[in-house]
């Protein structure tokens, strides 16, 4: 078929790296040392360090979860790593006082244009720590902190203490451990009470350096009646040799609150993204998690929802692309503890050449609760003979005044859709790449313009890179 | 050269020869229709023009103003400006009309140019009118839960925004009501032009009384075995094909 390719785009825009020379390197491979030395570095409390040396022997003590997930985790060689990198900069303020090199990375990928174009704040972290930080000025006289999770704990203690780990705790899952004792990086942010952020606050994850392991924590809490959309974005360089992105991200939404959680990651196809995502809403508090997987060798992540409050509601909308030689296993969890919950799970997965996707949900509703909802569907689409889809979807319900409804749907892109595409002029690739969009389309109806803007150009991406 | 030119085609399917020693001119400015049997390889010939890989070609030729189609594939063949209007449209779930059309005219332009997009929903919806299709039509899936009448007119759409050298419609007028059949024929006759040559497939003769084509082609077992003007096809609607295989028989 056509090797032609017709959408003109820059297939190659994360594949880059600069040589970076790191002022702080915790060496490579685990051990108690290399906490201590992540610690001593960022200059933490004792509890702090309690904290990671405790999470430190959970990881060490718990199993990979092998009996129910794919047996590549054991190709994971955890000494081989690099757990700590940065120049030990402090995040910038102003963009002109961001190292070049860094500025450099994220020029090329379009952050500051980003910002200016439609963003309330902006982090930028390269490797371990953040780079660059900045929010609008009106939203800090509101009292809206933003920043990297280092100096949330530094300077904000009394509101990150109180909800650290307390979503995800650290013994939750042998990655979830991982990320406990080596965290560092990711976002803090809290919404006061009322305050209701209109534009998007958006984290940008990069990793630059070879056999790296990035692990940041994000903590993001929604006070009564608030409102936040936070997007993240994510990619790494083609290197020869495996790369670790373990993050934990954690959401409190307390009354009536209403937290979004995007995320449109585009990792380089040697990346183990191996992610805990959870939420926790309160009485009528609202927790949305948007969540696009394009790329990597293995991801494993799961959102969920723990709906606490009475007339909670909890939404994950994920669509995963697992190409050539990638396995997407991602879903959802809705952990229904409170009457009047409902919950949404929609999820769409494609699979090209020998690409799988797994979809596993797990939904409870126990049987004291009344008058809760969840709706499920899952559609996976594949693309060619040999690429593979899985779903196994644990959904529990009991007691007689809840509602479950659970749909699912397995179907092809078919050679006579693709020659009627074709007949119509758009190469193989551009063809399969408007079957895949039609595909998601009314799900990604939902998302923010300048994320499914984004997401379309890198599904075009993938497909036109599938052909030829 | 200003001509869609098949010249001595042979053409197999899974090893089963379909079309046999087919041979066709159509030059610009002209309408010509076939007409024939079932499994007679009309849609056949359609496919294999437009380069649809279940079609193995055997030998022969097919040109269009002198360039040569059967090296091209699919999608340069529609580029180069062969438009199919399919017997049997496809769905294409979750793609609306208007952003087919639109990604159909854009894989037309030079990289790195777009369409401009008031003239292009300007010329949609004046379209749309012609062929009677409601507005909201542009946002619904291609083909997903159309009426069989539907579908055929979002082809002729198709084609009116294309506005292909060349167009084969292949048994477009199956499963239309009278009414549907006399838009669909509006629409193709808007369509004629010095610059454009036209091949219309078709079982029935109904369909010409709308579209009055210059030379009526007979074709059976894979080729055309008699051509004429548009009294062909009225003495096939009367007498059947029985008598045009006599006389194939008898001249043998």
Redesign the interface.
Known sequence: ??TEA?I?IDREKGNFSYDTDYEYDAGVGLSKDTVNYITDVKGEDDWVRAFRLKALEIFHSKPLPTHWATKDLENIDFDKFRYYLSKGQQPSRSWDDVPDDIKATFERLGIPEQERAFLAGVEAQFDSEAAYSRMKDELSKEGVIFVGSTEGLKDHPEIFRKYFGKVIPTGDNKFSALNSAVFSGGSFIYIPPGVKVKQPLQAYFRINAENFGQFERTLIIADEGAEVTYMEGCTAPKFETTTLHSAVVELVALKGAKIQYITVQNWSSNVFNLVTKRGLAEEDAEIKWIDCNIGSRLTMKYPGVILKGRGARGEVLSIALAGDGQHQDTGAKMIHAADDTTSNIIAKSISIGEGRSTYRGQVHIPKHLKGCRNNTECDALLINTNSRTDTYPAITVRGNDNSVQHEASV?KVN???I??????????G??MS??V??????LVKQFPMEYSVELKRLIDMEMEGSVG | MNDLNIESLNVSIDEKQILKNFSLTIPKGEVHTIMGPNGTGKSTLAKAL?G??DYTIDSGSATMDGEDILAM???????AGL??A?QY???????SIA???R???S??LP??EDIDAVAYYKELYSEMERLGIDRKFTSR?VNEGFSGGEKKRCEIL?MAM?KPKYCILDETDSGLDIDALKIVADGVNHMRSEDRGILVITHYQRLLNYIVPDYVHIMMEGRIVKSGDKSLALEVEERGYDWIKEEIAATV
């Open positions: 078929m056509s017709a003109d179907s050679a006579e859709q020659f009627y595409l074709m007949q119509r002029g758009l190469n193989e551009e063809a408007l079957a969009n039609g595909f998601i389309n009314d | 437009a649809h890989d594939e699919v999608d340069e063949v529609s580029r438009f199919l399919f449209p496809i769905e294409i779930p979750g793609v952003n087919f059309i990604a159909a005219l894989s037309r990289k790195g899936s198709q294309i």
